[in-house]
Every structure is written in C-alpha cells, then in structure tokens.
C-alpha cells in the first residue's frame, strides 16, 4: 500500500517570522552572513564558507563566467551551467579563476629586438600608450622593461631604434610581486608616482599590469569570495552521464565546487557519480535534488559534501504539473534541516543543505535560512540583472530579460532529464520565459541583503547559526495572507488625477 503524507506540503508564503528580543547591539551592521558550504567535522570549520548564502542557479540563462564573477565579488557563488560542450564551460570557470578585478593581463607587448616603427604601428591598433618588452613578445613572457609615451621622442629618435635602447628596463621599474593585493598595488603606485605597476612571479614573468586609473573603479570589495591564491571561487554543474571527461577538465581549469545538476537526485547514478569523483580528484561535490530525510542521508552516505534541496518550486518549473511529483518547499527544507541535524549529532559530520528554487519574495531567504538552509539557490532572481547572460528586450513599455528552464527544449539539456538517451526531450519540465528587467546585481542585492539582516535583527541573531536556533516560525492561514499586503486603502498612482 502507498505510503501517505496526509500533512499538507508547504510554501514559504505560507509561514511568517515571529519577533525575538532584540537587544541594542542587534544592529544590522553587527550581523555576519557567513556560511558553510561543504561539510566539516565537529570543531573544525568547512573549506569554503560563503560570505552571503547566496548561490546562482545551473542555468544558461543565469549563472556564465559574467555572474561567476560579479557574484563571487559580491561574496557568494555561481555554479556555471553545464548544458554546454565540455571545452566552453571549462573556458567558462578558467576565466573567472583567471580574473582580478584591476588586474590585466598586457594586451601590448614587444620583444626588445622590435623598433620604434613597430611600437607605433601597434599603438596605432590597439591604442595603449604602455607596452610590456617581454623576451617572447607574450604577455606573460619575462619581463624585461616597459615602454610608454615618455621614452621616446618622435621629433629626434629615428624609427629604426630598437626597443631595447627605448624601454625603461625591469632593473629599474618598479613592480610588484605575484599575490599582491588591489589596494597593496594601489600603493606602490601612489607611493611611486607610477601609472601602471607591473606584476611578476618568482621567475620575472609578468602576470598582470595595475593602471592608476583602474584602482576607484575595481575598489576591493571586503566580502569577496577568494581562494588561497586570491582567485575568486568557482562552482560548476555537472551530470551524471558525461562526468568522466567533464569532470576532468572543470577540475584542470580550477574549479572548486561541482555540483550535480538534476531535477530528482535520489538516484543510484547520482551515488556513482560522486563517488567516482571522490575517488579520483580532490575537489568538493554538492548533489541533489531531494525533498526528504531518505534522499538526503542516501547521498551523504555516497559522499556528497552538500545537498540540494527542492522539486518543482522554480519560476520556470512545470515538473509538478508534467510528472505529479515534488514537494512544497518549505516542508522540503525543514525535514532535511532535521535530518542534517540528526545526522552530525550522531556522527559529528554537518552537511549543508542548499535551498534550491521557489525564492520570490526577499523575506522567503530569510525564512529558508530560519528553517535551517546553509545557502539559496536561485534562478530567477539573478536573471532579471546586467550580469545575467541572456539578452534585454523591450517588450511594450518594460524591460524585460530572456529566462528559459534547463527542462525547456529551447535549452536542449538532453542529460538532466532523462530522455531514454535520445537527443531530444519527450516533454519539457521547464518553460521559456521574460522576467522584469531589474538593474545591477549589487543595487539589488544590497536591499535584499539589507532586509535579511534586519530581519535577523527582530529575531535576535547575529548570524545565520543563531538565525536556525532562535527562529520562532508560524504558519499563516489563507485570510492572514491577505492582511499581509497593503488593504482597504485606495492605493496612489499615476492614474489618479487633480491632487
Ligand atoms: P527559481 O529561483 O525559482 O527560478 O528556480 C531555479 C531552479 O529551478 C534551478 O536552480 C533548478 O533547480 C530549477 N530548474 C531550472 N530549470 C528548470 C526546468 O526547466 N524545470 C524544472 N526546474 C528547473
């Protein structure tokens, strides 16, 4: 006989925060976001914790190298579609590693045997008035001088002078070395009166040029998510049917975080996946997605490092209307916040869980952080910005941004849905779709951010730990919903006349 939930399955819409004691110093500018993402023993802390739980959905028209990197400067994480061929992703996460914000790799570069007429006729090209002499004439050749407007003067130096009797040589340039820091540059160059400072490694290979005029612009920002080698983080999704040779190469570009990208995760090919991926690379893998306390511990116990939660709740999901299966997010995410927490009782072991879809209310993140969610996941919101990849139409009189579902055909994700290996979909799980065109990513993200520590303020907590303990959560019945927005009044807009 079928097993029965009569329980109904939930939304967050459907709960409301109820207010603690906030004391004086519950103050907004006193609450830390931090997060774990991937799972740690007791007493020790997880390799990588976000600086806002924020992550970007796996999805083309949401999380490529643009949002990688204007999240991770922000502090949170994009997992970089993986419906794509193996070689455009891998590119895709070797730029976001390669980036620093007001670091640029030399676009002019010359060979000391090149002459006066050569640097001119390059000039004329590409415009820049600096060139990097390099021993190969590459831009991360060894650096050998530099070479800008004031080294020559084209009234008496003859065309024919070599490069190497123009350029200032490294003996004297000022530079800096591999691993300084934006403001650490800044600086050198103020401290020297310089305009551009190179950046070289141990062996005198240049690796980047700081320009003056770049520092205001590229300001570091203090909740950036870096690793060791101050490279922002990267995420990427994969799935459980090319990884052996997708896995290898997201892995070689440096990748730090791979996720697996499927709309039901409790499956025994998900298992295999994670597990061949342990075996083989030292990198961390999230899994999912599950619904349940039985989905959950079944892939800790494969070994996944984080897991996803959520079946159906997404913007642009019909699952639940095209299959009948999934779960009311909101219930979703305080069984498996129970069963994550039983589990590190029992063995000392906390895996983050990562709410994943159905976010569409600012105050619906702060509810599955209360619940007990490390991080968010979300598409929908981070595809109405700039930094989204898909294009910005008019559509009447508003701007709107492209947004279609990984279950679309327009997507063509032959690996997420099972499709009996044929390359097209029997039916769609997702559709095609516009969302209102929002601005910038940091506009928008410094009020939700904003709301969500104010919250956390009316709820006592300082941090998202203290958020989960402290969090006192009611449900909400239909006629409530509607005291909730503005009611009984003759809301004010355009249209009234004569005030
Ligand atoms: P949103 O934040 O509500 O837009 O939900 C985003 C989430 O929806 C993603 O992270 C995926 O888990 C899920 N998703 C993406 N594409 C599809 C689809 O085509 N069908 C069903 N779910 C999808």
Not at 50 to 66: C, E, K
Not at 400 to 414: D, I, L, P
Request: with cysteine; proline share 3%.
């Amino acid at each position: 006989m079928a097993h029965y939930y009569m329980e109904p399955s939930r939304t967050f819409s459907e709960f409301l925060l109820i207010p603690n004691l906030s004391m004086k110093d519950h103050n907004p500018a006193n609450v830390t976001l931090k997060t774990p993402i991937v799972k740690f023993k007791k007493g020790e802390q997880s390799d990588i914790s976000l600086n806002i739980p924020f992550s970007s959905a796996v999805m083309q028209a949401v999380s490529d190298d643009g949002m990688a990197v204007a999240l991770a400067r922000s502090g949170g994480i994009s997992f970089i579609f993986g419906s794509q061929p193996i070689e455009s992703q891998a590119a895709m996460v070797r730029k976001v590693k390669g980036y620093k914000a007001g670091f640029v790799v030399s676009r002019s570069n010359m060979t000391p045997e090149q002459s006066l007429k050569d640097i001119l006729a390059l000039k004329k090209v590409t415009g820049h008035s600096t060139v990097a002499i390099t021993d190969d004439g590459t831009p991360n050749g060894k650096l050998l001088g530099i070479i800008t407007g004031r080294d020559y003067r084209l009234s008496r130096d003859p065309l024919t002078k070599l490069v190497k009797d123009i350029m200032t040589p490294f003996s004297s340039l000022h530079y800096g070395k591999s691993g300084i820091t934006l403001s650490e540059a800044n600086d050198l160059i103020w401290e020297h009166k310089l305009n551009c400072l190179p950046i070289v490694d141990e062996q005198q290979k240049l690796e980047f040029l700081v320009f003056r005029k770049d520092y205001d612009e590229h300001k570091e920002n203090p909740s950036e998510l870096l690793d060791s080698n101050k490279s922002y983080i990267a995420g990427a999704g994969i799935n459980t049917m090319d990884y052996k040779e997708r896995v290898p190469a997201l892995v070689e570009a440096g990748v730090d975080v791979l996720v697996i990208d499927s709309s039901d995760g409790f499956s025994e090919w998900q298992s295999e996946t994670v597990q061949y991926v342990k075996a083989n690379f030292d990198v961390k893998i999230g899994v999912g997605n599950v619904v349940d306390r039985e989905g959950f511990l079944y892939l800790v116990e494969s070994g996944a490092d984080f897991v996803k939660v959520g079946i159906g709740g997404g913007s642009i999901c019909i699952t639940r209307e095209q299959k009948g299966i999934g779960r009311g997010q909101a219930s979703a995410i305080i069984e498996v916040a129970e069963a994550r927490d039983e589990y590190y009782e029992k063995t000392g072991i906390y895996v983050p869980i990562c709410s994943d879809g159905g976010i569409v209310h600012d105050y619906h993140i702060t509810l599955a952080l209360a619940m007990g969610a490390d991080f968010v996941m979300m598409g929908r919101y981070f595809a109405r910005f700039d930094e989204s990849p898909t294009r910005k139409l008019k559509v009447g009189n508003n701007y709107v941004k492209e947004f279609w579902g990984e279950g679309s055909n327009r997507a063509r994700n032959w690996q997420r849905y099972d499709s009996g290996g044929k390359q097209s979909l029997v039916f769609e799980e997702g559709v095609d779709s516009y969302v209102p065109y929002a601005g910038s990513l940091q506009s928008n993200l410094d009020k939700t951010l904003a709301k969500i520590k104010s919250t956390m303020c009316n709820c006592g907590a300082k941090s998202l730990e203290e958020l989960k303990q402290k969090a006192r959560i009611t449900l909400v019945s239909a006629t409530s919903l509607v005291e909730g927005g503005a009611h009984d009044v003759i809301l004010k807009d355009n249209t009234l006349s004569g005030e």
